[in-house]
Structures are given as structure tokens and as C-alpha cells.
């Protein structure tokens, strides 16, 4: 369900990001209460194009009254274009509640190490972890390692440098450009394994940390993600989140010999919907909005995780997903956008969450 939130602050962070300050009113902040790391999803018509796009808030939900997103603009990108060009203050987005599962929990008391990774503006949800763990956690460290082209393009230089001013050495950044020369070449080039592993040898120790977060695009996520991994890291305490649909290691999952024509059950806000599907046809996700259901959704690429639901009863198999953790698929999870039945009666649920 999309709410109309104003517009209350359009900031310029970089010649090609702004950031969007929301104002939720009262009667909505239940349902807009969020954690750090998660996302809203916009949807807009632009030139007659119904477009919904997701972006992480970089605002804490401990340490920030307002909730903020920032939004990149992206080669062609319609959304993106539109928000850095036109979007104004008190402008009305129609907003999704926030979604996601890029966080850890995180309470007082608590005295960990966190490792970031992000590139570009992947540092957004990190921005909003970072705040809320140093508000929180008064014992636990941060470290952040931070790639972007050069410095102009550094989103949240500021806000950065202050929380680092402010921490009392809890928060350290490290910043590693691609085009921009520093004097010690450990901080030029790209974010990957090789480098990190450097940075571990002669900087700052990574492998220690209790937890990692990386967002930004897939080919870091990826190299980064394998070293921790082989670096004997347990899995659950490396949370990714992607920027966008991944293309390299689209790991399809669906039988491509199986052909089971089903009958579909869709359970959306206490109201069940029938229809028939192929395994082989539509996702779920879009056999729904054709049937007229009003499904959530944002990437149709197995990243978001907004069109989330559960399957209650028979089988469904997704094509690709990036977004839930083996416990979710599991309990039979699945990113309905990448999912196709399996099973000849198959109920899947959108309001068990
Ligand atoms: S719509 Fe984003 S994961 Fe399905």
C-alpha cells in the first residue's frame, strides 16, 4: 500500500545525488517506523510510465527525527533523472512503508565490530547503520571502508567526517579512490578482495569484526563476500545488499523440464484471489497484477525483497534470489517476482510476513 508523503528538504550531497527528506505525518509514524538499513519504495508516474524504484534511507531511526533517502542519478535512469531534476520541496511521493532485511539487531550494552564496505552510493543504508550503532552500541566500534571515483563525488563527506570527529575513535573511515591519486597507493583504485586484504595486513584489521555489511554493486559484493567466506566468516554475519539486478551469476533455480499448470491462491490484505499459472508462464508477481491484485513490488529483479511472501500450502521455485536468507526459504519465502509454482494447488500469502 503507497502512502502520499511531502516532500519536506531536496539536498544537492553530490553534483549527482540528492537527498529526500520525508515528512511522515502523525497519524502515519507507526507504520513508517523502520531500522536501520532498511528502504522505501516510490512509485511515480512520469510521462505517462507508472515507474516504482526503491532507495535505502540514509537517516537512523534513533539518531535522525525525520526519515531521508538519497538517490543517485543513474545513466538513463528515468526515476532517478526525474527526482535530481524536478523533485521539490513540498512535492507528495507516494511511499511504501520501510522494508528490508539489511540490518542486525542492535542494543544497548552490546560490544561489537562492525566492518562496512560500501561503494558509491551504496554508502546510504551503511550511513544509517553507522548512526544508529554509534547512538546505541556506546562500546562498539565501526570501521568503513569507502570507495568512490574522487572526492567530489564522496557522498556524505560531511556527515561522515563529523561522526568520526564525534566518536571518540569508535568510528573510523577508509576512503579508496579509483581516479584520484593519494600519496599511498593502499587508498587508490577499487574496492575488492586483493584490497581489502591489504588494508587488513598493513591498516586495520577487518577479519575480527563480528559483523559486515557491503552494499554497492555486484562485482564487490561478490569478490568481498568470498574472501570473508574463505576466511572461514560465518555466513550470518555478512549482510549484502545489492544496487541492482545482478547479471553475472543469475543462479536460475527453476526445473526447466517441469510443466505443472496450477492453481494459484494469493492471499493480500484478508482477500484471496484465484487463477490458473504454468510453471512455466508469469511469476507469480505478475500473474497477480494482471489478475488486478494490488501485490507490492519495486525491482522485479530479486533484490528488493518487497513483493515477499509466503507459500502456505503446495510449491513454488524462484528463478533468482538475492534478497532472502536460506532460514526464509526455509520457511517458504519466496520473492514472488522470481517465483513459479510448482505444486497443482499452490496458496501463497502476502500478509504473513
Ligand atoms: S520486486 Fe524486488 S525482489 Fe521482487
Not at 20 to 31: G, M, Q
Not at 310 to 317: D, F, L, P, Q, Y
Not at 318 to 337: H, I, Q, R
Request: net charge negative.
Amino acid at each position: 500500500m503507497f502512502y502520499n508523503i511531502k516532500v519536506q528538504k531536496v539536498t544537492q550531497e553530490t553534483p549527482e545525488t540528492v537527498s529526500v527528506t520525508l515528512e511522515i505525518p502523525a497519524n502515519l509514524k507507526e507504520h513508517f517506523k523502520y531500522k536501520q538499513g532498511q528502504y522505501l519504495t516510490f512509485k511515480q508516474s512520469i510521462n505517462a510510465e507508472e515507474l516504482r524504484r526503491s532507495y535505502s534511507l540514509s537517516s537512523s531511526p534513533i539518531a535522525d527525527e525525520n526519515l531521508q533517502v538519497a538517490i543517485k542519478q543513474v545513466e538513463g535512469g528515468k526515476f532517478s533523472t526525474w527526482a535530481n531534476s524536478e523533485l521539490k520541496e513540498g512535492d507528495v511521493l507516494e511511499t511504501m512503508t520501510p522494508a528490508g532485511n539489511f540490518f542486525t539487531e542492535i542494543s544497548e550494552g552490546q560490544k561489537k565490530k562492525y566492518v562496512l564496505f560500501g561503494a558509491g552510493s551504496g554508502v546510504t543504508p551503511l550511513l544509517s547503520i553507522i548512526k544508529t550503532i554509534l547512538a546505541v552500541e556506546k562500546e562498539s566500534e565501526v570501521v568503513l571502508v569507502y570507495g568512490n571515483r574522487d572526492n567530489a563525488n564522496i557522498i556524505f563527506n560531511n556527515q561522515l567526517n563529523q561522526l568520526v570527529g564525534s566518536s571518540n575513535g569508535r568510528f573510523k573511515r577508509i576512503d579508496v579512490l579509483s581516479r584520484e591519486n593519494n600519496a599511498d597507493p593502499l587508498f587508490n583504485g577499487r574496492i575488492g578482495k586483493e584490497k581489502c586484504i591489504e588494508i587488513d595486513l598493513k591498516h586495520e584489521k577487518i577479519l575480527d569484526a563480528n559483523e559486515f555489511f557491503l552494499c554497492g554493486p555486484e562485482s564487490m559484493i561478490m569478490d568481498i563476500k568470498g574472501w570473508l567466506e574463505a576466511s572461514n566468516i560465518a555466513k550470518g554475519n555478512i549482510h549484502f545488499e545489492l544496487f541492482t539486478t545482478p547479471v553475472a551469476s543469475a543462479e536460475k533455480t527453476v526445473d526447466p523440464n517441469a510443466k505443472i499448470m496450477s492453481k494459484v491462491t494469493v492471499i493480500m490484505d484478508d482477500e484471496e484471489f484465484e487463477f490458473d499459472l504454468s510453471s512455466k508462464g508469469d511469476s507469480i508477481l505478475d500473474a497477480s497484477v494482471d489478475a488486478g491484485i494490488d501485490v507490492p513490488y519495486s525491482c522485479k529483479g530479486a533484490v528488493c525483497c518487497t513483493c515477499k511472501a509466503k507459500v502456505i500450502e503446495g510449491s513454488a521455485r524462484m528463478e533468482m534470489n538475492y534478497a532472502l536468507d536460506d532460514k526464509e526459504v526455509a520457511d517458504g519465502y519466496v520473492l514472488t517476482c522470481q517465483a513459479h509454482p510448482t505444486s497443482e494447488k499452490c496458496v501463497v500469502d502476502y500478509d504473513v510476513i
